[in-house]
């Protein structure tokens, strides 16, 4: 079946650098995806989201970007803090549906 | 808190053990969900419920039964678990099925011994 994945399964970065975390999917038909952060202890949170008549979308911090050529989603976390430290899940879905497909997750250790 | 809340947090249980999981979201949202988070495994769907009603039901033994009494509130009860269904249970709500508005609970830790 379809599904989606990552590319790596731990990423080390230093506090203050910038995070580059990778999402392959694979289902052509999916126009919404969503990245979302599980600390320790807690279940995922919404970070987020973009659609896919977008190319780049920008938060706090974060940016999606987003290649339907190659079906390839990343999420960039700008100047690294500890708090940052968590796995990141990408997940995608038809909008008009409501069944999210997740992706494996990375984790990120931020080092002080 | 997120507005989801789970109990219990862990849960250790026998195999010949019933058991069942509390999910209770204070966000005014009609749609409720289980999902299974194991280790080394992506989330996994289980069941969805829209406005009390079971709308999807992903190919999960019936070991596990999933109840929803009413918008807020959602079970998932255990009978006759196996070591392979210890993992973390998440619920989430939203409104209207609009994905971008999940909000996971904090999960229950469960262990099947």
């Known amino acids: 079946g379809e599904s989606v994945g990552l590319h790596l399964p731990t990423l080390s970065v230093q506090e203050g650098d910038n995070s580059i975390i990778n999402c392959a999917y694979s289902n052509s038909a999916s126009d919404y995806f969503i990245w979302y952060k599980q600390e320790s202890g807690k279940g995922p949170q919404f970070i987020i989201d973009i659609r896919s008549n977008m190319d780049k979308r920008q938060g706090q911090r974060v940016t999606v970007l987003l290649n339907k050529t190659v079906k390839h989603l990343s999420l960039q976390i700008a100047a690294t803090q500890p708090g940052d430290s968590a796995v990141y899940f990408c997940?995608?879905?038809?909008?008009?549906?409501?069944?999210?497909?997740f992706g494996g997750g990375t984790r990120v250790l931020v080092k002080p | 808190e997120t507005g989801v809340t789970q109990t219990p947090r862990h849960l250790v249980m026998g195999m010949t053990n019933k058991k069942s999981l509390k999910c209770e979201q204070h966000l005014g949202h009609n749609a409720m969900y289980w999902y299974k988070q194991s280790a080394k495994k992506p989330l996994e769907l289980m069941f969805v419920?829209?406005?009390?009603?079971?709308?999807e039901n992903n190919s999960v033994p019936s070991r596990f039964s999933p109840e929803c009494p009413n918008s807020s509130h959602l079970f998932l009860h255990l009978h006759t678990l196996q070591p392979e269904d210890s993992a973390l249970y998440l619920c989430?709500?939203?409104?209207?099925?609009?994905?971008?508005?999940?909000?996971f609970g904090s999960g229950t830790r469960l262990t099947v011994v």
């Open positions: 989430a709500s939203s409104q209207d099925n609009r994905v971008g508005g999940y909000t």
């Open positions: 419920y829209n406005f009390k009603e079971q709308t």
């Open positions: 997940a995608e879905t038809i909008a008009a549906g409501n069944k999210l497909t």
